[in-house]
């Protein structure tokens, strides 16, 4: 078999050393330039490769079309391919067969790496043969070449999503649909939410499916009665009873985890951690294992990360929340006075759902980025002091003069990164570095 691989990144480079190690013939092709690492592994396993251009006359030659997922199906080339009726299918599709262990998917607007990590450490704290692959890391494809596991934790994207066909996860989590990406989805939520939940696809009545009971758009594009898997569903806004406790029931084995245990701050996180302890339980956790290894869990880098406290001011790196849904979330985890860092390059974002939580909770607001016209527009009307900057210096030395001890700044952009930074991570470690630099002053 012929298989040609479109675009050379993660996804691309995984599924081509998979199909290598498998002894399939592979060509792999990317209309950009490929990165050195990617480029060096294709060197190294000897697998033939383009960049810069697409050789539509070669990639025709393919028994099978192994699509990225950042390429959408409206791009030229793929258009052509389909012409040619040549079979297109995604990375999750082409790596699914060879993975021999169990599967717990994660997918959703937001919280997806959280729940992801948080299942993968109890499960590795259980001493459970595991990987951590998806939408973050190695990609799931490049996972499999490195060894058999008993399971997979999986983040998968609505662009992994939208056409696997074989996939099936054991455990499948949906945490919430907010619109987000609504560009590659014609502006449609409801496009979006299939997407999504099109982790169900395949599942049967031996599988379990956990979701947010109370997330509304869930709500509007699900179909209990349709669904094969066992329901797990959890509502975020009733996990505590009056003593501060959650009681869980899983596979019959009642158990109870108090606030206390969960060490990320926020409602939304504590959330997370149910959806987490739930996978984990049906994974087969004994519940005095996830009470030990909860608390030992402090979250991921530029979500929520308490970064230094200069003049007594706690400084949070949030800078993951690249949408409106992903920041309302940050700011309702504090109850001191907020002064919110926001901007960057706006995505479409209805931003009056986060009036409401302004005028009860943020001090000052903050705005980074090339072009602010969009949220100043926005916040305009209500009386909070607004100022803007393009230097995160300056940014930072703004919120510093107005904070006081014991209030939060918060830099949870609610904006993709790309006008000032390379990506996110670049625009929290930035963040984080300039504040660990005053902390020491």
């Not at 001493?127 to 951590?132: D, E, I, P, T």
């Not at 009665?225 to 959890?234: A, W």
């Amino acid at each position: 078999m012929q298989l040609v691989i479109l675009g050379g990144g993660e996804s691309g480079t995984g599924a081509a050393l998979l199909a290598k190690q498998k002894g399939i013939e592979v060509f792999v092709s990317d209309i950009g330039i490929i990165k050195g690492d990617y480029k060096h592994l294709l060197k190294t396993y000897a697998i033939p490769f383009e960049e810069g251009h697409h050789t539509i006359e070669k990639i025709k030659r393919a028994d099978k079309v192994v699509k990225s997922p950042g390429i959408p199906d409206e791009a030229a080339i793929i258009q052509q391919l389909h012409a040619c009726r040549i079979p297109i299918i995604d990375e999750i599709t082409f790596a699914a067969p060879y993975a021999k262990g169990s599967i717990i998917a994660i997918t959703g607007s937001n919280g997806k790496s959280t729940t992801a990590h948080l299942i993968y450490h109890l499960l590795h704290t259980a001493g459970y043969h595991v990987a951590l692959a998806g939408n973050m890391g190695y990609s799931f494809a490049k996972c499999l070449t490195k060894g058999s596991y008993d399971y997979y934790v999986l983040e998968l994207s609505s662009f992994q999503l939208e056409s696997v066909k074989n996939f099936k996860p054991n455990i499948a989590c949906l945490l919430n649909i907010t619109p987000d990406h609504l560009n590659r989805y014609n502006y449609s939520i409801e496009t979006y939410a299939k997407a999504k939940l099109n982790i169900l696809r395949n599942m049967t009545p031996l599988d379990h499916f956990i979701y947010n009971k109370a997330d509304p758009i869930i709500a509007a594009y699900l179909q209990p009665e349709n669904i094969l898997p066992k329901l797990h569903p959890i509502d975020p806004c009733s996990i505590w009873n009056n003593d501060g406790l959650c009681q869980c029931n899983v596979h019959g084995t009642s158990f109870s985890i108090g606030r206390e245990q969960i060490a990320l701050p926020g409602r939304h996180n504590a959330y997370n951690a149910m959806v987490a302890i739930t996978a984990a339980a049906l994974a087969g956790v004994a519940p005095r294992t996830i009470s030990a290894a909860l608390p030992k869990f402090h979250g991921l880098s530029h979500r929520l990360e308490w970064c230094g406290a200069p003049q007594g001011i706690n400084c949070y790196n949030d800078s993951k929340s690249t949408n409106v849904a992903s920041t309302r979330a940050a700011l309702l985890s504090f109850n001191q006075p907020i002064i919110w860092i926001a901007g960057g390059v706006d995505k479409g974002n209805d931003y009056s759902l986060l009036l409401p939580i302004l005028q009860e909770r943020v001090k000052a607001i903050i705005c980074l980025g090339k072009d602010n016209r969009t949220i100043i527009k926005a916040f305009g009307l209500i009386e909070l002091p607004i100022q803007e900057t393009d230097n995160l210096d300056k940014a930072i030395h703004m919120a510093l003069s107005i904070a006081s001890p014991r209030e939060i700044i918060l830099l949870s952009p609610a904006c993709a990164s790309f006008d000032l930074f390379k990506n996110f991570e670049d625009r929290g470690n930035q963040f984080k570095k300039k504040i660990n630099k005053l902390t020491q002053q």
